[in-house]
């Protein structure tokens, strides 16, 4: 999802390093020693908010879109889709309504 200028993927320490100094300026999560961002600076733990739920996110949006799990595990990087079911899907909001409406949609009868 994100990459360098050279086009290559971005490093994930890396990202949550940048990440985390965002989250700082606009307060929702706090330093804890008063050294410069890039020269220590630490910073309270925050594992919730970083790029592994970044992924989280995109599991989940890209299956309430209608990707299928197939898809989504090649995404994801993932050579069992199974792990991707275990471990990625959550239940999405509106699903039941979706699935109802697909299945009557499929099996409505021509007039």
């Known amino acids: 999802m994100f990459t360098s200028r050279e086009h290559k993927p971005v490093n994930k320490n890396y990202f949550n390093y940048l990440w985390k100094a965002a989250l700082e300026s606009i307060g929702l999560i706090e330093a804890l020693n008063d050294k410069p961002v890039g020269r220590g600076r630490l910073w309270e733990q925050c594992r919730d908010k970083m790029m592994h ?59």
């Open 53 to 111: 739920s970044l992924r989280h996110l995109f599991a989940s949006e890209a299956l309430s879109a209608g990707v299928d799990i197939y898809t989504l595990a090649d995404l994801l990087g993932h050579e069992d889709p199974a792990f991707t079911l275990r471990r990625y899907v959550h239940r999405v909001a509106g699903s039941l309504k979706k699935a109802r409406a697909a299945i009557s949609f499929r099996y409505r009868t021509a007039a």
